[in-house]
């Protein structure tokens, strides 16, 4: 990381840490003390595996999983949350849709709100939750911004502010079968309902290898900076070593 710091051009100042509720203790606070060192704002983004978070049988399991990790936030600082805890990764389930829909985002709002509650994040340093839709094959259901919007949309209203928010990765945009103008469209709305999150400037389809993104991450970074609400960018890059 410290080599990041000195060769970039930009100076870097926030850096997130995916963690799992079953992480080791001592060495998360290694992780985090040392990149705190750097003078590197530390963002966490919360994993949760193993549970559906549409599936009202697994509520349980999903909140556990999540308070565990929001109580870890609070304790290490963290300011930024950001989690793709609405929907299982890489499920065999088909996508909802109509009532089916429906009823996932309010399923979604039951968990999520028991989270605030139970992990006490009203009042602690949590300023904003940050909820990251996925592409078509990673997600069934939340595949878009406007769908992964309708979740925070929902939430915000229960909660009675606007706690969360949508990130928006420029890949997924890309891969999410809306177009350009679509999602240039809904960050504009997004940034205008204070709901617009964290951005995520990578590539379509690559998952962040340096390649072309046909445009994809400039027209949507724009986009969001002209909202004015845009407050955290990460440039995420995956070293791959095979073919996919």
């Not at 978070?53 to 963290?78: C, F, N, R, T, Y």
């Not at 072309?212 to 995956?238: H, M, N, P, S, Y």
Request: aromatic letters at 8%.
């Amino acid at each position: 990381m410290q080599k990041l710091c000195d060769i970039s051009p930009v100076r870097m100042s926030i850096v997130q840490l995916p963690f799992f509720a079953s992480a080791d203790e001592g060495e998360v606070a290694e992780i985090v003390s040392g990149l705190k060192a750097m003078d590197l704002e530390v963002h966490f983004i919360v994993m949760v595996g193993g549970a559906n978070p549409m599936d009202p049988a697994d509520e349980d399991a999903v909140v556990s999983q999540l308070v565990k990790s929001l109580k870890a936030a609070i304790h290490h600082g963290i300011r930024h949350v950001s989690s793709t805890s609405i929907e299982e990764w890489m499920s065999s389930e088909k996508g909802c849709e109509g009532e089916a829909f429906a009823a996932a985002v309010a399923q979604n709002v039951k968990v999520h709100t028991r989270v605030y509650q139970e992990a006490g994040i009203d009042g602690s340093c949590v300023e904003n939750w940050h909820i990251e839709f996925l592409r078509p094959g990673e997600f069934k259901t939340f595949t878009n911004a406007d769908r992964g919007w309708s979740f925070v949309k929902a939430a915000n209203q229960a909660l009675g502010k606007k706690f969360f928010k949508l990130l928006v990765d420029a890949a997924h945009c890309g891969d999410s079968g809306l177009s350009i103008a679509e999602n240039v469209d809904l960050i504009t709305r997004m940034g205008a309902a204070g709901e617009l999150g964290i951005f995520h400037a990578s590539a379509k389809t690559t998952r962040g290898c340096l390649s072309t993104d046909d445009g994809w991450i400039g027209a949507l970074l724009t986009a969001a900076a002209k909202t004015g609400e845009l407050r955290q960018v990460f440039v995420e890059v995956f070293d791959h070593t095979d073919d996919a």
